[in-house]
């Protein structure tokens, strides 16, 4: 049974940068593409940025574009989100998710099979 294990979130001040790793085990890693999520106190959860299998193909919601890069290796069955500009909003809980999909529907939750348990990223003024 495939398993998803977020690290690197925490608290950073506005403008810095952190980066967050989802390590993947007891799952063929390089089959799914992989996505980040992220929900913030009492919003819905929303997608941020998706990869394909290859890492060929990318898709980032425009709020993240030029901040935000997604990136996987998989040899390390790891997906990676580097965040830079951090802004007060995005302030949330982010998941990965993994899932037989591509880039026209990386953006709908329902579109991944697996789901990590979250990591908390505080930005702070």
């Known amino acids: 049974q495939g398993q998803l294990a977020e690290h690197g979130g925490g608290l950073v001040q506005a403008g810095g940068s952190l980066r967050l790793s989802c390590a993947a085990s007891?799952?063929?890693?390089?089959?799914?593409?992989m996505g980040w999520f992220r929900q913030a106190p009492e919003k819905e959860r929303e997608f941020v940025a998706g990869?394909?299998?290859?890492?060929?193909?990318?898709h980032y919601i425009d709020s993240v574009k030029g901040r935000f890069t997604i990136s996987r290796d998989n040899a390390k069955n790891t997906v990676y989100l580097q965040m830079n500009s951090l802004r007060l909003e995005d302030t949330a809980v982010y998941y990965c998710?993994?899932?037989?999909?591509?880039?026209?529907?990386?953006?709908?939750?329902?579109?991944?099979?697996?789901w990590g348990q979250g990591t908390q990223v505080t930005v702070s003024s």
């Open positions: 990869i394909s299998r290859s890492g060929t193909n990318t």
């Open positions: 007891g799952l063929a890693f390089s089959y799914y593409a």
């Open positions: 998710a993994g899932g037989s999909t591509f880039v026209p529907t990386m953006s709908r939750p329902n579109s991944y099979d697996f």
